[in-house]
DNA sequence: ACCTGAACACCGTTCAAGT
DNA sequence: ACCTGAACACCGTTCAAGT
């Protein structure tokens, strides 16, 4: 008479939610196949359905973060089409801010432990990074951005985000600097986005 | 007639020294004390009297990371006294170096467990950052940097080392392309440093 | 195809005891 | 002050067995 366990086919997905709270109270280190098994009310063997071991678990994580970072991206960058410098400054906040509400998946995602991930994982992050060349290209021709090698800028404008995020992740600096960063990010890449030059 | 431990004050450095080859060996999920221990040829509750548990080893990694990440920065920036160009490349790319040689320990120093970091990791990293405003500090009153705000360029500065280093890291983008960012880099944060404008 | 439950090796941490 | 060694709780992983 005691109920069947009442995950039918869908238990990688509630041991995948689940995991993601995890990382946002805790860190990856809280994350136990047997804590995560035991929330979702079955055996501490049972993940091993959907899971082939601890970092199967982490790989998918990773994926799921990079799909939503890219949606994320990519409607920022649909949301001023006339103007690239809100477009460029909506883009940056909503990828420090991404990486700020969800620094423990956003340092997963980014973690060496990424060589050598599956091709899923790996096509997920390639569609982020080629969204952005998307985002801009026309802008680019245009002569709008500080560069002559449009690929080069783009890696760095990346990076520049990449790198303010880590910084309030390991709170180098104040979440709120965040913004000021941003806005000193878009006054140097675009042409005129700058309240000065020199 | 079996010698005495062959270790008189000394486990503690050997315990990092051997934590350090660890961790660019392998990871750090492969950092284990009783391992450590089992190298250093000690019993596995030895570590407990220089480490009051793992964490305090982390921390004292990182410690030590930020103490050799500043003296490299240092030591570059006081290379080439007369050439702000040259300088500067000299820095980003001992910084950017530095991250991918020591890969898995610039993740650990930048990790979100550096938060309520203990003091002295605190002091180290925050003697890396006020370094960086010194070594440039007359350049900026000069005007030969893209900013008006000298605090907010030498933190984005920063960040994007940060994030250069960490899309190396990450092998989304190849070691040999380091160069090229870090070039693109000195070309758009220093006045006349760049081949082009637009 | 999916889940259970026992088994094994490994780890972090604690602590009384030795020197 | 520093190290030993037993003890405990927890985890990842494997695997035979059930449905």
Redesign the pocket.
């Known amino acids: 008479m005691t109920p069947p366990?009442f995950?039918?086919?869908?238990?990688?997905a509630v041991l995948l939610d689940a995991a993601e709270r995890t990382l946002r109270e805790g860190g990856v280190d809280d994350?136990?196949?047997?804590?995560?098994?035991?929330q979702a009310?079955?055996?501490?063997?049972?993940?091993?359905?959907?899971?082939?071991?601890?970092?199967?678990?982490l790989d998918a994580l990773a994926e799921r973060g990079f799909l939503r970072l890219g949606d994320a991206v990519a409607e920022a960058g649909a949301a001023h089409p006339g103007d690239l410098v809100a477009r460029v400054r909506a883009v940056a906040t909503a990828y420090v801010g991404f990486a700020v509400r969800d620094a423990a998946l956003m340092e997963l995602m980014f973690s060496a432990k990424a060589a050598g991930a599956p091709p899923a994982v790996h096509a997920a992050a390639g569609r982020l990074f080629t969204s952005f060349g998307a985002l801009f290209a026309a802008d680019f021709r245009a002569g709008r951005f500080r560069s002559t090698d449009p690929e080069r800028t783009q890696l760095l404008f990346v990076a520049a985000l990449q790198g303010i995020a880590a910084l309030i992740a390991s709170e180098r600096i104040a979440p709120g600097r965040g913004e000021d960063l941003v806005e000193e990010a878009v006054a140097l890449f675009v042409v005129d986005g700058a309240p000065g030059d020199g």
């Open positions: 366990p995950h039918h086919g869908n238990l990688r994350l136990s196949l047997r804590e995560l098994a035991r009310g079955v055996s501490h063997g049972a993940p091993r359905s959907h899971f082939i071991d601890r970092q199967a678990l």
